[in-house]
């Protein structure tokens, strides 16, 4: 089955600077990767997604980016505010209407 | 539109009890998967229920179970509960079968297993 790997597992950045967060899948059939944000109590919440079509997808601060060859997709947060302080999951489908999730990045936007 | 909708959203058993969980998806949306999320496993993939068909099931035990009604809301079921079933259970709605449509997520009922 699908396998996806997040780092890293916490990342701290000082408000203004940009963040980062890389995720590897196996399946290479996998053609959908959204990326949620789950702030502390609350629901996660989708906040972007690519299609293998694509290599890239922006919106306004987010952007994400993906490698079909190396199957590696990435979340790039620019400009961040203490807002964007959350656990971020990115997810991939499993060909089986499916998605098999990353273990979760915390990010910590010191302000 | 109302949002996904979970309830109870706290629930304390005792293990060898059994526990069903609700959901109510958005209104017009068909397709409800359900997640167990905790912070070891994070977030795992159950089963998906489509036109009160289980379409898609993860790898948990025979324990746990559900459906769907024809209204769409969708019930889970986990029977002789162990410790090791204590998290949260998400449970996410989207219009139809593509994954590709958006996932929007409930805000989980918390299980503590005692």
């Not at chain 2, 997640?35 to 790898?59: A, D, I, M, V």
Request: net charge positive.
């Amino acid at each position: 089955g699908e396998n996806v790997e997040q780092h890293p597992s916490t990342l701290s950045v000082q408000e203004g600077d940009s963040a980062v967060i890389k995720c590897t899948y196996s399946d290479s059939a996998s053609n959908y990767f959204p990326w949620y944000k789950q702030e502390l109590g609350k629901r996660p919440q989708l906040i972007i997604d690519i299609r293998s079509n694509v290599g890239e997808k922006k919106d306004q601060r987010i952007a994400v980016t993906l490698n079909k060859t190396a199957k590696h997709f990435s979340l790039h947060i620019t400009e961040t505010q203490p807002e964007d302080s959350a656990v971020y999951f990115c997810a991939a489908d499993t060909g089986r209407r499916a998605l098999t999730f990353g273990s979760g990045t915390r990010l910590q936007v010191q302000p | 539109k109302a949002g996904v909708t979970q309830t109870p959203r706290y629930l304390i058993k005792t293990r060898g009890q059994q526990v069903t969980l609700s959901c109510s998806p958005i209104s017009g949306h068909r397709s409800v998967s359900w997640y167990q999320q905790t912070p070891g496993q994070g977030l795992q993939f159950l089963f998906e229920y489509f036109s009160e068909t289980q379409r898609n099931k993860g790898n948990f035990p025979g324990r746990f179970s559900g459906r769907q009604f024809s209204n769409s809301r969708s019930e889970m079921n986990v029977s002789t509960l162990e410790l090791g079933d204590s998290a949260l259970y998400l449970c996410a709605s989207r219009t139809g079968p593509p994954i590709t449509d958006t996932q929007y997520f409930g805000p989980g009922t918390r299980l503590t297993v005692l």
